[in-house]
């Protein structure tokens, strides 16, 4: 119901459908105070037993309101009702149930509560062994979940956004303020961060005056003060949520979540925030107590029917009853007394008090042992017999200062007896987070003032800063203490500790009888603490519960610690825009324009994008493409990009020294303008990378990389440089992306190229032969580099230009090349004519194959260390036995092969011991007209033309083979040479 | 105890009051057979193999936390065969066979579900390597299948087939890989332990070991010094701490890597699913949760907490990979210490000081590895040799190069 | 994490690759007795110490330097950031 006389009603009118139905609100309600408007009582049904729940607290700590907000693809299950502002159109509705809301076909459970407590599935459903994941398995994963997930892609955008600050105020109630103003004073960089819609906190849920009037007025001026500082910011519907190292922390803002039409704007924003100090402001958690059935609808903690009450104007029928163990229950019964409710009675555990208003009927050292009314408490039952009549229950436990962030770097809580109350362990403070008031255990608002006044200015004393004066606040006077009256002393196996996970006092009597009576055991046995709200107002019960039974303090019991985040947060936040296409950056070579007008089919390889087949009219299967780049380029001439080869100058008077040292062959003697292949090993002797380097000058070198080990190659010669060689005279930088690169290769290359060589440059075969290099200029005067390198094993060369002229020269070749019927051709016949000719890539170099195993030993040069050197020289790298690097032809030419197929000697079964080897390249052979490999077999250069069976049985498939050299075109090497 | 259904009925209709602890809670002994240190998933397996299979039960487990209290209380519960070398292959295997008897064997639930494993691929050298592996699998008596898009497409419809980066070209699925309830296992292995007389003692940190003339004869600890006439470590995360109280480099580093877990959602994933261009992979908890993560942090920390890079890079797989898990709400996120081993892969081995022994080096393979684990370390503590399927799992591989190097990285742990 | 990069103040870790024990600055000598033992020590033995730690980083997303920090490996505190090179040099000047 509403209070019509409180203020909310001014405002907007808002409309809002919860389950189907219509309700009015206002601006400034949650959904969680709308529905209280509205007397709606059940709002959702409990994990396990499904029993009825109504809204129970009123902030991110809610355990039981969880609803799906929106619809389509837009649907958000889980949705804590008491976080959601209420707009105009908003949908809500209740989740995990059978049936109806109201008529849940699965609180079934709740009457099998005796047989399904607290870890009844680990003792069960293993018979017979089958049916586990046939019929029981099936069953308990249909009716555990609560929400539901659209299944389609989450439409809305998300933003990432960095913000780097001196302090972080987590919260914007009084203590949050008062650091605020007073850091503001020093000239510092402050940012404040508010969980909530509005400013202010606790303070929005209490009567309480400050400078003698409404606390109001005083939050709404500090607010506009700090909002007119240069160096303050403000943030509000913002939750900090995580704590990381070195002060970096992270914090959600909800941007456009209380807004019906998002207009394309972020939904949230994921901020990190930079920090050198964070003040922990966020206030404290109320907590409940374990009594029979006290989870019903209406029942609520205390603080939350104030706040509902003092800022929502909103309530839960006319007869209320407080249930309470400490001070802070009688302030609420006072403040519904004042909106004209009626308090049938206060009962508070102590008895020893006295009780703090004489007008309101108490009992006084008196427990609740009953509660009536399945879907909305109709009365309670005290423990001298008495029954009351009653429309709403507030139950408070104490307060619990809320350091979940200070546990997120394993910061362990310590007990605080005399408010009974964990606090943040020590090394909260050397990490830099402060807490201040409530946060900081500090329960009365004219303490708090006192201590956070004390607090920020030590703190500003301490850093140096200059001092500001004291903040003087006159505030209503409050006295607040505690008992630890928490648990239940009968029918515990109704008595909720976790509401939202169903765990009863009962279950923490089981699990303590099991044996599993350490905090951890019990929480993960129990499952307590382990919902949605990470146990905010529940885990004392279960502590205070194992206390009891352990008979120890709860100091003694231990406990488990908040992990990260606060609240929850949607995984979309984290990916932000890092999604669909844009998941990682693309990147796309010089010729990528022309490629596209020639149609080709794109792949990619890493972050690139490269061409890789270019499909002619009537093709409509990619071998027929790829077969005739192939033999075109054989016959006369191809182009291919090789710009995303990685590329890497090398200058300095100490380059061939190092040079020696990173490849395992020697280049101290390779003439200027000649090009030497090399191969890279990790320090461990394994083979990681291959390529050319070409020296273009006495102290200047171009090297190449694999696409793959660009960045790789990079760093591992800036390991060599700075940590291993720092004395020699050498600098490196990647020039990869400076560079366009093509492969121009085939028989009519050189014709070609001489089209677009300036002259009067000669590049026949006796003044540029096989392995040269040169500077030089093309098509009248563009600068340019010639390498006469060759993958294919044709007559080939490799050129390059700045990347600027990269589109146009592809371009210009395939002109030029239009006489000898020129061709661009893809990563796939680039890959067919490099098997073709036996040279290994990527699948031969995975990082599992030394140089012994790709036939390439003799290239570990013994005159001079060299990386990787020494560890392959052990046994395992170099016995008779070792798999090498040998080529493979289907004997029935017509067959074809199979990459990751396994190589068994004939006659043998295909098992692990009989494993052999493996098929790490295939391809078809157009230049020959049948399928060949590249494969490592045990042995492999002792066994040419033996046969062996290659062995697919993941797709069936077994092929007779015949071991051959690797290369399969030229194995001579005349043409490339010629 | 025996447990059953009966059993819980019958316990339901008197207000169980009947239930007795699942272990004992002794003090030590002086003297034992065998001392296991190490309360985790392995130490606990090994104890019980020890007692079950090789009948020698005078055995003490020392734990310096609470029992379960490693990594096997803090993983993603993942089990799965589906490893490509030899040294590897038949091990893993050998563990999902016992993985897939474990219930019945503990006469304990810990919900072994074989919901199958699918690791995507995005490339033809990807699948290459898949189809390989794949063959592996087959030809040690695993399962595997090579899925193609059609069949993922009904299989799970939900990943992004439209406008993903790097396209989806298939899957390697091995339909017996699963998950398993994480601590159930700790405590089954505990409780049939126990049950054989072994002594599992919580709260006992093994502080030094006792070694005379090159031989280990026991441990200091926490509650007194223990003998015994072997000593295994089994302590992964804490593996060079412990060893180095003895002055023992190991070939380790130890990383910490984060896990997460969604609010509970109604069934959406089939199984266990792998992202193949980035760093993903998720199962869906019998209690709704998705359990997620990605790769480890990448430097050295005991610290059991991870930081944010790691939680963004996870999360931007999982929606590449499956954009309608975007609006889950990310619920926990934790973080384990990981033995990363210099070639990721384990060992069960002697160590040269006589009687005492070793096994570490899980990297985060650990959990499914923990039957077989237990088993083979059993074999070696009991009978002093390696057990087949364990016998390449050695501290000499890296002095003679037969390194286990499953993802080809080198000597570089964050890589494993 | 930050760390305090000697020439350009505090970087986030994720401009970095971590690469481990900063005894790989000190790579045997090939040729010196035993030299396949120390390089076995060198390439895979670690300390793995919990508690101060020396460790390269590389400043991939940046400059380019290796740096050696010093760093608590349970708490994650950053006790010192020193270029690797500079380093380095000074032993090789002894």
């Known amino acids: 119901m509403r209070n019509s006389s409180h203020p909310i009603t001014n405002k907007q009118k808002v409309s809002f459908t919860f389950n189907g139905k219509k309700y009015f609100g206002y601006k400034g309600d949650t959904l969680a105070s709308a529905l209280i408007a509205n007397n709606v009582k059940i709002v959702g049904r409990s994990f396990k037993y499904h029993r009825p729940r109504g809204i129970f607290s009123a902030g991110s700590e809610e355990p039981n309101a969880l609803v799906a907000l929106g619809d389509g693809p837009y649907k958000e299950p889980n949705t804590k009702a008491t976080n959601v502002e209420l707009f105009d159109g908003l949908k809500g509705s209740s989740?995990?149930?059978?049936?109806?809301?109201?008529?849940?076909?699965?609180?079934?459970?709740?009457?099998?509560?005796?047989?399904?407590?607290?870890?009844?599935?680990?003792?069960?459903?293993?018979?017979?062994?089958?049916?586990?994941?046939?019929?029981?398995?099936?069953?308990?994963?249909?009716?555990?979940?609560?929400?539901?997930?659209?299944?389609?892609?989450?439409?809305?955008?998300?933003?990432?956004?960095?913000?780097?600050?001196?302090?972080?105020?987590?919260?914007?109630?009084?203590?949050?303020?008062?650091?605020?103003?007073?850091?503001?004073?020093?000239?510092?960089?402050?940012?404040?961060?508010?969980?909530?819609?509005?400013?202010?906190?606790?303070?929005?849920?209490?009567?309480?005056?400050?400078?003698?009037?409404?606390?109001?007025?005083?939050?709404?001026?500090?607010?506009?003060?700090?909002?007119?500082?240069?160096?303050?910011?403000?943030?509000?519907?913002?939750?900090?949520?995580?704590?990381?190292?070195?002060?970096?922390?992270?914090?959600i803002e909800k941007k456009t979540d209380h807004i019906l039409e998002k207009n394309s704007k972020p939904r949230q924003i994921n901020w990190k925030i930079y920090t050198k100090h964070c003040i922990l402001a966020s206030g404290a958690i109320e907590r409940s107590i374990?009594?029979?059935?006290?989870?019903?609808?209406?029942?609520?903690?205390?603080?939350?029917?104030?706040?509902?009450?003092?800022?929502?104007?909103?309530?839960?029928?006319?007869?209320?009853?407080?249930?309470?163990?400490?001070?802070?229950?009688?302030?609420?019964?006072?403040?519904?007394?004042?909106?004209?409710?009626?308090?049938?009675?206060?009962?508070?555990?102590?008895?020893?008090?006295?009780?703090?208003?004489?007008?309101?009927?108490?009992?006084?050292?008196?427990?609740?042992?009953?509660?009536?009314?399945?879907?909305?408490?109709?009365?309670?039952?005290?423990?001298?017999?008495?029954?009351?009549?009653?429309?709403?229950?507030?139950?408070?436990?104490?307060?619990?200062?809320?350091?979940?962030?200070?546990?997120?770097?394993?910061?362990?809580?310590?007990?605080?007896?005399?408010?009974?109350n964990f606090l943040s362990g020590d090394n909260a403070q050397k990490d830099n987070i402060i807490p201040v008031g409530a946060a900081r255990g500090i329960f009365e608002i004219q303490n708090i003032i006192s201590d956070t006044n004390r607090v920020i200015l030590s703190l500003i004393k301490t850093i140096g800063l200059s001092m500001p004066d004291r903040i003087t606040l006159i505030s209503s006077k409050e006295q607040y203490s505690c008992s630890l009256d928490l648990v239940s002393?009968?029918?515990?196996?109704?008595?909720?500790?976790?509401?939202?996970?169903?765990?009863?006092?009962?279950?923490?009597?089981?699990?303590?009888?099991?044996?599993?009576?350490?905090?951890?055991?019990?929480?993960?046995?129990?499952?307590?603490?382990?919902?949605?709200?990470?146990?905010?107002?529940?885990?004392?019960?279960?502590?205070?519960?194992?206390?009891?039974?352990?008979?120890?303090?709860?100091?003694?019991?231990?406990?488990?610690?908040?992990?990260?985040?606060?609240?929850?947060?949607?995984?979309?936040?984290?990916?932000?825009?890092?999604?669909?296409?844009?998941?990682?950056?693309?990147?796309?070579?010089?010729?990528?324009?022309?490629?596209?007008?020639?149609?080709?089919?794109?792949?990619?390889?890493?972050?690139?994008?490269?061409?890789?087949?270019?499909?002619?009219?009537?093709?409509?299967?990619?071998?027929?493409?790829?077969?005739?780049?192939?033999?075109?380029?054989?016959?006369?001439?191809?182009?291919?990009?090789?710009?995303?080869?990685?590329?890497?100058?090398?200058?300095?008077?100490?380059?061939?020294?190092?040079?020696?040292?990173?490849?395992?062959?020697?280049?101290?003697?390779?003439?200027?303008n000649r090009v030497r292949y090399g191969l890279m090993l990790r320090e461990d002797g394994v083979a990681y990378d291959d390529g050319t380097t070409a020296r273009l000058g006495e102290n200047h070198f171009i090297m190449t990389t694999t696409t793959a080990n660009a960045a790789l190659v990079l760093r591992?010669?800036?390991?060599?440089?700075?940590?291993?060689?720092?004395?020699?005279?050498?600098?490196?930088?990647?020039?990869?992306?400076?560079?366009?690169?093509?492969?121009?290769?085939?028989?009519n290359s050189r014709r070609l190229l001489q089209k677009i060589v300036d002259k009067p440059k000669d590049i026949t075969n006796q003044n540029f032969p096989f392995m040269a290099c040169c500077e030089l200029t093309i098509c009248g005067g563009i600068m340019a580099r010639l390498f006469r390198i060759s993958f294919s094993g044709e007559l080939a060369y490799e050129i390059a230009v700045p990347t600027q002229y990269g589109n146009s020269l592809f371009d210009a070749l395939l002109s030029e090349g239009e006489e000898f019927n020129a061709v661009p051709y893809g990563t796939e016949a680039l890959g067919v004519m490099r098997i073709e000719k036996g040279h290994v890539a990527g699948n031969e170099i995975n990082g599992q194959t030394s140089a012994q195993n790709l036939g390439l030993s003799r290239m570990i040069s013994k005159k001079a260390d060299s990386i990787g050197n020494i560890l392959s020289e052990r046994e395992g790298f170099n016995g008779s036995n070792i798999a090498t690097l040998s080529?493979?032809?289907?004997?029935?030419?017509?067959?074809?092969?199979?990459?990751?197929?396994?190589?068994?000697?004939?006659?043998?079964?295909?098992?692990?011991?009989n494993d052999e080897g493996w098929l790490s390249s295939v391809a078809f052979s157009p230049t020959l007209g049948h399928y060949i490999g590249l494969g490592f077999i045990e042995s492999g250069h002792t066994r040419v033309g033996e046969k062996v069976y290659a062995v697919n049985l993941l797709q069936n498939k077994t092929t007779e083979v015949e071991i051959v050299s690797p290369h399969f075109v030229d194995p001579e090497g005349i043409k490339q040479r010629g | 105890m025996k447990y059953s259904g009966i059993k819980v009925l019958w316990e339901g209709l008197r207000g169980n009051m009947g239930?007795?602890?699942?272990?004992?809670?002794?003090?030590?002994?002086?003297?034992?057979?065998?001392?296991?240190?190490?309360?985790?998933?392995?130490?606990?397996?090994?104890?019980?193999?020890?007692?079950?299979?090789?009948?020698?039960?005078?055995?003490?487990?020392?734990?310096?936390?609470?029992?379960?209290?490693?990594?096997?209380?803090?993983?993603?519960?993942?089990?799965?065969?589906?490893?490509?070398?030899?040294?590897?292959?038949?091990?893993?295997?050998?563990?999902?066979?016992?993985?897939?008897?474990?219930?019945?064997?503990?006469?304990?639930?810990?919900?072994?579900?074989?919901?199958?494993?699918?690791?995507?691929?995005?490339?033809?050298?990807?699948?290459?390597?898949?189809?390989?592996?794949?063959?592996?699998?087959?030809?040690?008596?695993?399962d595997a299948s090579l899925l193609g898009v059609n069949d993922l497409k009904k299989m799970v419809p939900f990943l992004d087939f439209q406008n993903s980066r790097f396209p989806i070209k298939g899957g390697l699925w091995q339909p017996r890989g699963g998950t398993v309830r994480h601590d159930a296992v700790a405590w089954g292995y505990a409780k049939e332990a126990d049950s054989r007389g072994v002594d599992i003692i919580e709260n006992c940190e093994a502080t030094n070991f006792l070694v005379k003339n090159g031989r280990c004869y026991g441990v200091e600890t926490t509650k007194g010094v223990i003998k015994s006439k072997k000593v295994g470590v089994c302590v992964a995360g804490s593996s060079s701490q412990v060893m180095g109280k003895i002055g023992i480099n190991l070939p380790i580093e130890s990383h910490v890597l984060q896990a997460f877990v969604s609010e509970g959602l109604k069934p959406v994933i089939?199984?266990?699913?792998?992202?193949?261009?980035?760093?993903?992979?998720?199962?869906?908890?019998?209690?709704?949760?998705?359990?997620?993560?990605?790769?480890?942090?990448?430097?050295?920390?005991?610290?059991?907490?991870?930081?944010?890079?790691?939680?963004?890079?996870?999360?931007?797989?999982?929606?590449?990979?499956?954009?309608?898990?975007?609006?889950?709400?990310?619920?926990?996120?934790?973080?384990?210490?990981?033995?990363?081993?210099?070639?990721?892969s384990p060992i069960i081995d002697k160590t040269n000081i006589k009687n005492l022994y070793f096994n570490g080096g899980w990297c985060y393979g650990g959990f499914k590895a923990t039957p077989a684990s237990g088993f083979c370390y059993a074999h070696l503590l009991a009978t002093g040799t390696s057990h087949n399927d364990a016998k390449d799992f050695l501290f000499n591989r890296f002095e003679k190069g037969r390194l286990i190097d499953e993802k080809g990285q080198g000597n570089q742990p964050n890589l494993h | 994490m930050l760390i305090d990069h000697p020439l350009l103040g505090l970087r986030d870790s994720s401009e970095f690759i971590y690469v481990g024990d900063a005894k790989l600055l000190n790579r045997p000598n090939w040729n010196s007795k035993n030299s396949k033992t120390k390089f076995i020590d060198y390439g895979y033995l670690r300390k793995n110490p919990a508690g101060v730690h020396k460790e390269l980083w590389y400043h991939e997303q940046g400059d380019r330097s290796w740096l050696v920090v010093t760093r608590n490996t349970v708490t994650h505190e950053i006790l010192k950031v020193e270029l690797a090179r500079y380093l380095k040099r000074k032993a090789n000047a002894k």
């Open chain 1, 95 to 251: 989740q995990n149930f059978l049936g109806s809301i109201d008529f849940d076909l699965m609180a079934i459970n709740d009457l099998l509560k005796n047989f399904i407590g607290a870890g009844f599935y680990y003792k069960t459903f293993m018979w017979p062994r089958r049916f586990w994941e046939k019929l029981y398995e099936p069953i308990i994963r249909r009716a555990a979940g609560l929400g539901k997930l659209s299944l389609k892609a989450d439409p809305s955008q998300y933003d990432k956004g960095y913000l780097h600050c001196d302090f972080l105020i987590i919260g914007s109630g009084i203590s949050g303020l008062m650091s605020a103003l007073l850091l503001a004073e020093t000239g510092s960089e402050v940012l404040i961060v508010e969980e909530d819609f509005i400013f202010g906190g606790r303070l929005n849920s209490e009567r309480l005056g400050i400078n003698g009037k409404q606390s109001s007025i005083w939050i709404s001026r500090a607010v506009k003060k700090l909002k007119s500082l240069k160096n303050v910011r403000i943030l509000n519907r913002t939750t900090v949520f995580a704590a990381f190292d070195h002060g970096i922390f992270a914090a």
């Open chain 1, 290 to 420: 374990a009594f029979p059935q006290n989870d019903r609808p209406g029942i609520m903690l205390a603080g939350s029917v104030r706040t509902y009450a003092n800022r929502f104007g909103a309530h839960y029928g006319q007869k209320i009853a407080i249930y309470t163990n400490n001070d802070d229950g009688w302030k609420t019964a006072d403040d519904l007394k004042n909106m004209g409710l009626e308090i049938k009675a206060v009962i508070d555990t102590r008895k020893e008090i006295e009780a703090p208003s004489s007008s309101i009927s108490s009992y006084l050292g008196q427990t609740i042992t009953k509660t009536y009314g399945r879907k909305g408490i109709k009365a309670i039952k005290l423990s001298s017999g008495l029954k009351l009549n009653v429309d709403c229950l507030a139950v408070s436990g104490g307060w619990s200062s809320n350091i979940h962030l200070t546990c997120h770097k394993r910061g362990k809580p310590v007990w605080d007896n005399i408010y009974k």
């Open chain 1, 489 to 672: 002393s009968s029918n515990p196996s109704n008595s909720f500790i976790d509401l939202q996970n169903d765990v009863t006092q009962k279950d923490i009597e089981l699990s303590f009888k099991e044996g599993f009576k350490s905090v951890e055991h019990l929480k993960r046995y129990s499952t307590l603490g382990m919902a949605t709200d990470q146990g905010k107002t529940s885990n004392i019960l279960g502590l205070a519960s194992m206390a009891k039974l352990k008979g120890m303090n709860i100091s003694e019991v231990g406990t488990t610690i908040f992990r990260p985040p606060y609240v929850p947060v949607a995984i979309s936040a984290f990916a932000a825009r890092s999604r669909g296409k844009d998941f990682r950056p693309t990147r796309l070579t010089p010729s990528h324009n022309v490629a596209s007008k020639r149609n080709a089919v794109f792949v990619e390889t890493g972050n690139w994008l490269r061409a890789q087949w270019f499909p002619e009219k009537g093709e409509t299967f990619w071998r027929q493409s790829v077969d005739r780049e192939v033999i075109q380029t054989r016959n006369s001439v191809g182009i291919c990009d090789v710009t995303t080869l990685g590329k890497i100058d090398i200058q300095g008077k100490d380059c061939s020294e190092f040079l020696n040292f990173v490849y395992t062959n020697a280049f101290a003697k390779l003439p200027i």
């Open chain 1, 716 to 747: 591992n010669l800036e390991f060599v440089r700075q940590c291993l060689l720092p004395n020699l005279d050498v600098h490196l930088i990647s020039t990869t992306d400076s560079w366009a690169q093509y492969a121009v290769a085939g028989p």
């Open chain 1, 887 to 913: 080529g493979f032809k289907p004997v029935q030419h017509s067959q074809k092969l199979e990459a990751g197929s396994h190589l068994i000697s004939l006659g043998k079964t295909p098992t692990m011991e």
């Open chain 2, 19 to 142: 239930w007795k602890p699942l272990w004992r809670n002794p003090d030590p002994k002086k003297s034992y057979d065998i001392i296991i240190v190490g309360g985790g998933g392995h130490g606990l397996a090994t104890a019980y193999y020890l007692a079950e299979e090789f009948k020698i039960t005078n055995i003490a487990v020392v734990e310096k936390g609470w029992l379960g209290s490693g990594n096997i209380g803090r993983n993603t519960t993942i089990i799965r065969s589906n490893y490509l070398l030899p040294q590897n292959q038949p091990f893993y295997e050998f563990s999902l066979k016992l993985w897939e008897n474990l219930e019945q064997e503990l006469n304990y639930n810990s919900m072994v579900s074989q919901r199958g494993v699918l690791n995507i691929f995005h490339s033809d050298s990807q699948r290459d390597a898949f189809v390989r592996r794949g063959n592996a699998m087959l030809m040690s008596g695993a």
């Open chain 2, 270 to 344: 089939p199984g266990v699913i792998t992202f193949g261009a980035g760093h993903f992979y998720v199962s869906q908890s019998n209690k709704g949760g998705l359990v997620f993560g990605g790769d480890i942090d990448g430097y050295n920390s005991y610290a059991q907490r991870g930081n944010l890079p790691v939680i963004e890079d996870v999360c931007e797989g999982g929606v590449a990979l499956m954009p309608m898990i975007g609006r889950a709400r990310l619920l926990r996120a934790w973080g384990g210490v990981m033995d990363m081993s210099m070639d990721g």
